[in-house]
């Protein structure tokens, strides 16, 4: 392996020093950390607007029950678009999931 190509080598000497190793390790770690934050925050999402899908139906039932004519209109006339929106939002999700485990 030739070291003048090597990433960590920020000011192209050719040789890798301790501090470039250092900046280049930081450099590294937070870049997994971001990677694995945003796992966690798209998983969190995905959850969420699964939840809210699933509690949907619910929220309709609620409103009716509690006599709120205009609240249950509402829900209803926003399921199509609200429906789609989360099936937008998982399918992006797993794709997203997919794509960069072939990636690897
Ligand atoms: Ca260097």
Same mark, same amino acid.
């Given at each position: 392996?030739?070291?003048?190509?090597?990433?960590?080598?920020?000011?192209?000497?050719?040789?890798?020093?301790?501090?470039?190793?250092?900046?280049?390790?930081?450099?590294?770690?937070?870049?997994?950390?971001? &990677? +694995?934050?945003?796992? +966690? $925050?798209?998983?969190?999402?995905?959850? #969420?607007?699964?939840?809210?899908?699933?509690?949907?139906? #619910? &929220?309709?039932?609620? $409103?009716?029950? $509690?006599?709120?004519?205009? *609240?249950?209109?509402?829900?209803?006339?926003?399921?199509?678009?609200? #429906?789609? *929106?989360? %099936?937008?939002?998982? %399918? *992006?999700? #797993?794709?997203?999931? %997919?794509?960069?485990?072939?990636?690897?």
């Amino acid at each position: 392996m030739s070291e003048s190509n090597h990433p960590a080598d920020t000011n192209g000497d050719g040789k890798v020093s301790d501090t470039e190793e250092q900046m280049y390790l930081e450099f590294k770690r937070k870049e997994l950390e971001d &990677a +694995d934050a945003m796992r +966690d $925050a798209q998983r969190k999402m995905t959850w #969420f607007a699964l939840g809210g899908l699933l509690l949907y139906p #619910f &929220a309709v039932v609620l $409103a009716s029950l $509690a006599g709120l004519d205009e *609240a249950q209109k509402t829900l209803g006339s926003m399921a199509p678009t609200y #429906f789609v *929106a989360v %099936a937008g939002i998982v %399918a *992006a999700f #797993f794709g997203s999931q %997919a794509y960069s485990s072939n990636k690897k």
